[in-house]
């Protein structure tokens, strides 16, 4: 590597640390001298009037119950209806002016731009809290985030993402927190997306901030990537030390020279989970380095080499050594925690603002002391280094050691007047989020554990540390909603892995064992020439089918509504039956003319034409019979259930016929909706309709069902359309480009394959709304549909 290089990085790093060096100074003379005890006694003294009632205000109050604030909505509703939800929002939206944007809250423009984000942040939660329970679930449903791109115009960059980040959870590996991780990546796009806002202005077009939100979406994948696979991926024990130090040494030199080495030769056992990273690092890390503007690139190198410097310094701590120094302990954490902060504005290009950049780089330590001290017992348990595990474990050996906590409120006094110039309101959102960091912390870790922290980290004079403690255990209202939505997004995400996981095990149990229902047995006196149709049939049965119609039917008819599953055998042999018929007309010559099916030959080659058209006919008789065989319904339903599925059975014929008479031809999107219902969203329809026509279900729900089946179905024929144009043979078990070969109208052809995807995320949308009108709550129905559109065969 340039040696130059390497002499320009290491001046920047130790310019930034003589900053960082006075930032300490100051602070350590301040916790030396103890001038924050007065300053902050009287701080707290003037903000308890807001936050602790007195107890005739207490008793009349008790009434109004306080719902839990772990459960979003209810505790949206109870804000509101209390008359408390303007003042937490108010103190949310500021903090978040304060921490992430960088803005000093005296600011009459920022007091005004607060207040419309307030007020239509609250418009949309009392909306949301007030319509049916399933818009409840929309702030972070696939479904909502897509509607509000569509809104914006954004929507080819939500898909992108939402496909990226597919991926990226995919490839968590184990060791590391998937949901923090996903967390931390949605938070960080999030931060990027609101800078990006913030430096937008009034006056700018539609059009520009389609763009711009475009590429600020883009931008905060990239960046935010950085965590789970940098830092995350580096504190975890799922490298080798030697892998650790192979890959640091990769990420410094990119950073140093701008440029992103080969990958080379990988000996460690994670080559390829490395190389997969290597790919998506170095594809984001050049997106960023092309969005910068010549006169902010040099920030963005420097900024992320001492972000990324003071990491590494760190992270070799050992906490086995006792001889770390104050300066030591605090001063890379000075660094890391502002530098985290001004990368953003790097990353986006923004113009350089002195104030921005002196309240980020004083305010960054605040914020990290208060994660150090919630994590502090993880920590601990990791052996990592922070100011808090260091001096829990050498604090009666070493009394030179600085108390974290008493910098924690040093750092608190010297924001809110040094560095905020003894703002009122910055005062009191300060105050609010340390009071609620400890009483959070309190509530996790449970009394007994919280008072021994305290024993030890409680500040010197015992009179401050009895006004803390008063206000956290009397003070109210200091919730705050960026902590809602982040618990929020953890359950979410938490439910939705294992919802998932149920949902794939379910698929599979049910897959095994509709496997071993339909062979077709042979009769002892059945003849020669019959012999071969049962073999094709079977031959047919036995490839490696999905059986995703009769696993629906299953799932709705024994876990929806009730019907013992032994009664419906016959009908989940029908659907497969009928399925697997309709696949070898599909294959024929005089159709699509296809030679692999389910990974293996088609019919019609492994016997011939003749025989495979003969199967087909055979097998949707085959169905026919079993419907008839529903002894456990009465005659007049099991005729209803054998109606409705020879009508369906005459509507895919029509949709077939539709299909081979628009080779060639001009269809409009309106045409092709239409015919990809009757091809594939009828049998979508029967797998659910089925079982509701044998549960006696009500006609409402019938139709709410209809319309879910007719959005999914379209949905998974333009997947299918996009899988032939971009999948891959041995994954799909049947050749790509099928469609254009065979000159078929497909989404993909008359769309494209942007314009396809937009459709099938549309119809997703549609089919998930359908589910909102159902009676009853079937997450069956919504990991169907999320696997239809994220399918890879």
């Known amino acids: 590597m340039n040696k130059e290089l390497i002499k320009n990085a290491d001046a920047c790093y130790q310019l930034a640390e003589r900053k960082a060096a006075q930032y300490y100074q100051s ?25 602790i009632h007195h107890s005739f205000v207490s008793f009349f109050s008790r009434g109004k119950r ?51 984000v307030v007020d239509s942040l609250k418009t949309h939660l009392t909306h949301s809290t007030a319509t049916d329970r399933g818009a409840k679930t929309e702030m972070f449903s696939m479904a909502g985030v897509y509607r509000k791109a569509q809104k914006e115009g954004i929507e080819s960059a939500m898909i992108w993402v939402m496909d990226k980040l597919k991926t990226v959870s995919s490839n968590i590996p184990k060791g590391m927190d998937a949901e923090q991780a996903q967390r931390k990546l949605i938070k960080i796009m999030a931060g990027v997306i609101m800078h990006v806002v913030d430096e937008m202005g009034e006056e700018i077009s539609p059009e520009e901030r389609t763009q711009k939100l475009d590429e600020a979406i883009r931008l905060g994948y990239f960046y935010g990537l950085t965590y789970p696979f940098i830092d995350d991926l580096l504190d975890a024990n799922v490298l080798s030390q030697k892998e650790k130090r192979q890959y640091s040494d990769l990420i410094r030199i990119t950073l140093i020279t701008g440029s992103v080495p080969e990958l080379g030769d990988w000996t460690g056992k994670n080559s390829d989970l490395i190389r997969y990273i290597h790919s998506e690092l170095r594809d984001a890390f050049e997106y ?54 001004l990368i953003v504005r790097s990353v986006i290009s923004a113009s350089w603002d ?18 150090d001290f919630a994590d502090m017992f993880d920590d601990m348990k990791d052996g990592a280094v922070t100011p808090y595990t260091y001096y829990m474990k050498y604090h009666d ?24 110039h003894s703002d009122t309101k910055t005062c009191e959102v300060i105050l609010d989020r340390a009071i609620n960091g400890l009483k959070r912390f309190k509530e996790r870790m449970g009394i007994k554990k919280y008072n021994e922290v305290m024993a030890l980290f409680a500040p ?59 062979h077709i047995s042979k009769t002892d006196h059945v003849s020669l020439m019959n012999e071969s149709i049962i073999d094709a049939a079977n031959y047919s049965l036995e490839g490696d089918g999905k059986r995703l119609r009769p696993i629906v039917t299953w799932v709705m008819g024994v876990n929806e509504f009730g019907l013992a599953s032994s009664a419906i055998v016959p009908l989940l042999r029908s659907l497969e039956y009928m ?143 996009l899988l032939d144009v971009e999948g891959d043979l041995n994954v799909l078990g049947k050749p790509i480009g099928k469609d254009a070969e065979n000159n078929n109208k497909t989404f993909v052809s008359i769309l494209g394959a942007d314009g396809a995807r937009k459709a099938m995320w549309e119809h997703y949308c549609l089919a998930m709304e359908a589910m909102q009108e159902m009676p009853r709550k079937i997450t069956f129905l919504k990991h169907l549909l999320n696997y239809i559109v994220n399918r890879d065969h």
């Not at 104030?355 to 980020?360: A, K, W």
């Not at 705050?480 to 599979?508: Q, S």
């Not at 329809?685 to 509701?692: K, T, V, Y």
């Open 354 to 371: 002195e104030g921005f950049d002196n309240r980020t780089f004083f305010y960054g330590i605040y914020n990290q002391l208060a994660d």
């Open 579 to 721: 399925h697997t018929a309709s696949l070898i007309f599909d294959d024929l010559p005089s159709q699509d003319n296809a030679s692999i099916r389910r990974g293996r030959s088609t019919l019609h080659q492994v016997y011939n034409i003749a025989i495979a058209e003969l199967t087909g006919l055979f097998l949707t008789q085959k169905a026919t019979r079993e419907q008839a065989s529903l002894d456990q319904f009465d005659s007049k339903t099991v005729l209803n259930l054998i109606q409705y599925s020879a009508q369906m059975t005459e509507d895919m014929c029509k949709g077939q016929a539709m299909d081979l008479d628009s080779k060639g031809k001009q269809l409009t999107l309106e045409q092709l909706n239409m015919m990809s219902f009757y091809k594939t969203g009828i049998a979508f329809e029967a797998s659910l309709i089925m079982p509701a026509i044998l549960a006696h279900a009500n006609e409402l729900e019938m139709e709410a069902l209809k319309k879910f089946a007719r959005h999914a179905g379209i949905a998974f024929q333009i997947k299918d359309d």
């Open 288 to 341: 960023m380095k092309a969005y910068q503007r010549p006169e902010t690139r040099k920030s963005f190198f420097e900024q992320s080499y001492v972000f990324f410097h003071s990491q590494e310094v760190d992270r070799v701590k050992d906490l086995s050594n006792a001889n770390y120094t104050n300066e030591e302990l605090y001063i890379p954490i000075i660094l890391k925690s502002s530098s985290s902060r």
């Open 27 to 51: 602070l350590y003379e301040q916790v030396m001298q103890k001038t924050y005890v007065p300053i902050l006694t009287e701080d707290i003294q003037f903000w308890k009037h807001n936050h």
């Open 460 to 518: 010197e004079n015992p009179d401050f540390n009895h006004v803390i403690q008063k206000m956290v255990q009397k003070a109210d209202d200091v919730d705050f909603f960026d902590k809602l939505l982040r618990d929020h997004m953890l359950t979410i995400l938490k439910n939705e892995r294992k919802e998932r996981e149920d949902f794939l095990e379910t698929i599979e149990t049910v897959r095994n064992q509709i496997n071993s229902i339909l």
């Open 397 to 420: 050996k070493r009394p030179d050691l600085i108390n974290p906590f008493e910098l924690y409120w040093t750092v608190i006094s010297h924001l809110i007047h040094n560095v905020y």
């Open 66 to 116: 306080k719902a839990g604030s772990r459960d979003c909505h209810n505790y949206i509703q109870w804000l509101d209806r209390t008359g408390k939800l303007d003042s937490y929002l108010d103190r949310s939206i500021s903090y978040i002016f304060l921490r992430d944007l960088g803005k000093a809250l005296d600011s009459p423009d920022t007091q005004t731009r607060v207040r419309r």
